[in-house]
């Protein structure tokens, strides 16, 4: 599985971005999917992550109730919503694929997209 995850910018405090992450591949419903991002200085931190069917999701407590992932598996492609962003949030945000169920820890995932950058200026 290839990933590539677009989306990102500059953005305002208080506004919205969406990222997308498109995969190749035939099996795209069989991975699991998270979004991770790594801010200048800090390690990897988990931010998101949908189960293969798009039935489960769990988010970290930092994004919780400002952003939703989703993913269209016709399409190939998950999403992550931004919604009222915070200069804490700039990161460069990464997609990931698992082949096997969610999980908030970046070493267990097979796959990775190179990343795309936002930045939430205050």
């Known amino acids: 599985v290839q990933l590539q995850a677009f989306g990102g910018g500059l953005v305002q405090a208080g506004g919205s971005l969406r990222l997308s992450c498109a995969a190749s591949g035939r099996t795209f419903s069989s991975y699991a999917m998270g979004w991770f991002r790594q801010a200048p200085g800090k390690e990897r931190e988990f931010v998101a992550a949908?189960?293969?069917?798009?039935?489960?999701?769990v988010y970290a407590d930092s994004v919780k109730g400002r952003f939703t992932i989703s993913r269209d598996n016709a399409k190939n492609t998950v999403y992550l919503q931004m919604n009222s962003l915070k200069p804490e949030d700039t990161a460069v945000y990464y997609c990931?694929?698992?082949?096997?169920?969610?999980?908030?820890?970046?070493?267990?995932?097979?796959?990775w997209g190179q990343g795309t950058e936002v930045t939430v200026s205050s």
């Open positions: 949908i189960s293969w069917s798009g039935g489960s999701t």
């Open positions: 990931a694929a698992r082949y096997s169920g969610i999980s908030l820890e970046p070493k267990v995932y097979d796959y």
